[in-house]
């Protein structure tokens, strides 16, 4: 059926009703833009607010459920978060003995009450020691050790087969990079963190003789690449080193202050079998420095001996440590012997572990069983800071025990540590 024409009467009706509808429109528009400039800053600001991760937390709260709690580098990523890292895990080596100094090892978290700087943490992350341990083992093979390769693979064999399931090991020593006497010492990691006993004893029979030693680099290879990645969550933070040496470092470009800041960023626990070599040294300083076999210190040691122990002595008589004489040389020799002894005692205290000496070379597979049982009794605490500042700051660690069986308990923990710096 056609449709009616339209008459004038229609259209100008629809002139007279099109100015309201425009202005209902308009209006409509308008709301909905008000509506949407309330809205939008309240979601915006909900998706794009940084947050302070666990700024909030006090020690008598609740510990979050695990899936919650930031894993160990402090961080805690949620979905369309914006995110400020504002703590890190620190983890607390801690042995445990009672009054007769034998170790106490059934304690659980609600036994150990943990301060920094006087203020009580909640302990987020514990470790009993049932726990698998990695271990990153240093042999020194320079000096007087050249001669007992075959004593320190039958002491280092022994002690990783001492170890538990699960339990691994990092093998780093010295070699001598060309022959000769002039030939370089360089630091050498001749097996990763492996469980794998038949690549451990591929990699003892590797080890080689050393000209030098580069003690402290070895130390700084540790922290920077043993220890480089975050600990298995089934370790929950129980490393160790445990270094075979007389501590005595003639080659390495860092220093003691150097190597020690840098364990300590890996929350390792440091272990030493202290061997005495001095007979031997001195015995090699009395003959020509050019003859195999001779002691030497590079011009960077002998630089940080003249710091330490004479500093107003001219800069240029420690240019050439072979151009001293033997008794001169003797006596750089016996100081930097106390020194070290008193470096390895102090980075062990610091650090929760603690200093093995072996007479010899023949007493080191002794001193390594007690570095395997001194190992096994060993619990790691973590918790995250509630001091939040950045500010390099070093941090003192007390740890104590409580409950049923703790009365008189003697407790061996880190001591410390230096915090974040901005």
């Known amino acids: 059926m056609p449709k009616n024409p339209a008459t004038p009467e229609s259209f100008s009706a629809a002139r007279r009703l099109l100015p309201l509808a425009v202005a209902a429109i308009f209006a409509l528009l308008g709301a909905l833009a008000v509506t949407s400039a309330q809205q ?30 930031p894993p160990a580098g ?7 978060d914006v995110l400020r890292v ?63 390769i075959g004593l320190i693979r039958r002491a280092a064999r022994a002690f990783i087969d001492g170890l538990r399931r699960g339990d691994r090991v990092s093998i780093v020593a010295f070699n001598s990079s060309d022959t000769g006497p002039q030939g370089l010492p360089a630091v050498e990691v001749l097996a990763g963190l492996t469980d794998d006993h038949d690549a451990l004893q591929e990699a003892l029979e590797n080890i080689g003789a050393s000209n030098g030693t580069p003690y402290y680099d070895g130390l700084r290879r540790i922290a920077s690449e043993v220890f480089r990645e975050s600990p298995r969550e089934e370790v929950r933070g129980r490393r160790a080193v445990v270094a075979l040496t007389d501590g005595v470092d003639s ?28 007979d031997f040294v001195e015995d090699r300083l009395l003959r020509d420095c050019q003859e195999f076999g001779t002691i030497r210190l590079s011009r960077t040691q002998l630089e940080r001996y003249r710091r330490i122990f004479v500093p107003r002595a001219d800069v240029g008589t420690f240019g ?7 008794f001169e040389r003797m006596q750089i020799s016996r100081s930097l012997y106390d020194l ?31 570095v395997a049982a001194e190992i096994g009794t060993q619990y790691s605490l973590g918790y995250y800071s509630t001091n939040k500042a950045h500010d390099g700051r070093f941090r003192t660690i007390r740890v104590e025990v409580r409950g049923a069986g703790a009365a008189g308990a003697q407790v061996r923990a880190r001591e410390g540590y230096y915090a974040p710096k901005s």
């Not at 860092?254 to 364990?263: H, I, K, P, V, Y």
């Not at 050439?320 to 033997?326: A, E, L, S, V, Y």
């Not at 070290?340 to 650090?351: G, K, P, T, V, Y």
């Open 320 to 326: 050439d440590f072979c151009q001293m004489g033997p």
């Open 74 to 80: 402090g961080e805690e990523v949620d979905e369309g």
């Open 86 to 148: 504002e703590t890190q895990l620190v983890s607390v080596p801690a042995v445990v003995t009672d009054k007769s100094g034998r170790p106490l090892s059934n304690l659980r978290a609600e036994n150990f009450v943990l301060y920094e700087d006087g203020q009580p943490q909640q302990i987020s992350n514990f470790a009993t020691t049932e726990a698998p341990f990695e271990i990153a083992l240093l042999l020194d093979t320079s000096g007087s050790t050249r001669a007992d």
């Open 340 to 370: 070290a002894r008193r470096e390895m005692n102090d980075l062990a205290r610091a650090s929760g572990g603690k200093t093995f000496v072996a007479a010899s070379l023949r007493d080191a597979r002794a001193a390594f069983a007690q």
């Open 251 to 278: 080659a390495s470009e860092s220093d003691f202050a150097e190597a020690r800041s840098r364990l300590q960023l890996t929350n390792v626990a440091c272990y030493f079998i202290q061997v005495n070599t001095e």
């Open 40 to 69: 939008t800053p309240q979601e915006d600001q909900k998706q794009q607010r940084p947050r302070r991760v666990g700024g909030g937390a006090t020690p008598a709260q609740t510990p979050p459920p695990k899936s919650a709690q």
